[in-house]
């Protein structure tokens, strides 16, 4: 499961092209061996269905208007790598004033965010050296905050031209994943963490666990 079961605050992390979808579930009023199974639930909407357990908790949401086609088209007239990508993640840690959950600084170990993009699965294989994407191995994978930013300072060195013949990146993305990196690092800079777990799966996949899980067909489901 990518949820783990010492986690009680949980952040989900969305980096679309247009905007950055952001979820804050809290799952401290859940047992341990019961949470990753709680957020199965959540499939059915804000109200759960029965169960003997604490539900887990959607305590906050917000789609932010900046995604990694559109952050990037804002600074595409500054020409420095280094200051583009610096202006990327100052302008989008602002508009996280207006996603403030809890007022408190969270601990970092019972802490956890759930990242599902293409610069999350890309820093994901950067950081396991991996020659060529798989899959296999980048999904369910967790990183520290320190290990992304170790990858994305790797980004920065090489520039656009080193980005463009890295095959973990390709010519096409060399500078949508600086501006998903801006994205990613400015909420690591709001809320560190030593639990990011990467999500390769899609909406549709999730929607059919969830189902064959209400319907008892898969054994370890929730219900």
């Given at each position: 499961?990518?949820?783990?079961?010492?986690?009680?605050?949980?952040?989900?992390?969305?980096?679309?092209?247009?905007?950055?979808?952001?979820?804050?579930?809290?799952?401290?009023?859940?047992?341990?061996?019961?949470?990753?199974?709680?957020?199965?639930?959540?499939?059915?909407?804000?109200?759960?269905?029965?169960?003997?357990?604490?539900?887990?908790?959607?305590?906050?949401?917000?789609?932010?208007?900046?995604?990694?086609?559109?952050?990037?088209?804002?600074?595409?007239?500054?020409?420095?790598?280094?200051?583009?990508?610096?202006?990327?993640?100052?302008?989008?840690?602002?508009?996280?004033?207006?996603?403030?959950?809890?007022?408190?600084?969270?601990?970092?170990?019972?802490?956890?965010?759930?990242?599902?993009?293409?610069?999350?699965?890309?820093?994901?294989?950067?950081?396991l050296g991996l020659k060529r994407y798989d899959r296999t191995k980048v999904d369910g994978l967790r990183m520290t905050s320190d290990q992304i930013d170790h990858v994305i300072d790797g980004y920065l060195q090489l520039g656009?031209?080193?980005?463009?013949?890295?095959?973990?990146?390709?010519?096409?993305?060399?500078?949508?994943?600086?501006?998903?990196?801006?994205?990613?690092?400015?909420?690591?800079?709001?809320?560190?963490?030593?639990?990011?777990?990467?999500?390769?799966?899609?909406?549709?996949?999730?929607?059919?666990?969830?189902?064959?899980?209400?319907?008892?067909?898969?054994?370890?489901?929730?219900?």
């Amino acid at each position: 499961p990518l949820v783990s079961t010492n986690t009680e605050q949980l952040l989900v992390v969305d980096i679309g092209g247009g905007s950055t979808e952001l979820v804050w579930i809290d799952l401290s009023a859940v047992p341990k061996w019961e949470r990753p199974r709680s957020i199965m639930r959540l499939h059915a909407g804000f109200h759960t269905p029965d169960s003997p357990f604490p539900a887990a908790k959607v305590v906050d949401w917000i789609s932010i208007p900046l995604g990694v086609a559109t952050l990037r088209d804002n600074f595409s007239d500054v020409e420095d790598d280094a200051a583009r990508y610096a202006l990327m993640s100052c302008h989008f840690e602002e508009r996280l004033a207006d996603f403030a959950p809890y007022a408190d600084q969270q601990t970092r170990e019972g802490f956890q965010i759930i990242g599902t993009s293409g610069t999350v699965t890309t820093v994901a294989a950067s950081h396991l050296g991996l020659k060529r994407y798989d899959r296999t191995k980048v999904d369910g994978l967790r990183m520290t905050s320190d290990q992304i930013d170790h990858v994305i300072d790797g980004y920065l060195q090489l520039g656009p031209d080193g980005r463009r013949s890295d095959p973990r990146i390709g010519s096409d993305r060399q500078a949508l994943i600086m501006s998903g990196a801006a994205i990613l690092q400015a909420l690591l800079r709001s809320w560190p963490t030593d639990r990011l777990s990467v999500a390769d799966r899609g909406l549709r996949e999730g929607l059919l666990y969830a189902q064959m899980c209400a319907n008892g067909v898969l054994e370890d489901g929730p219900y």
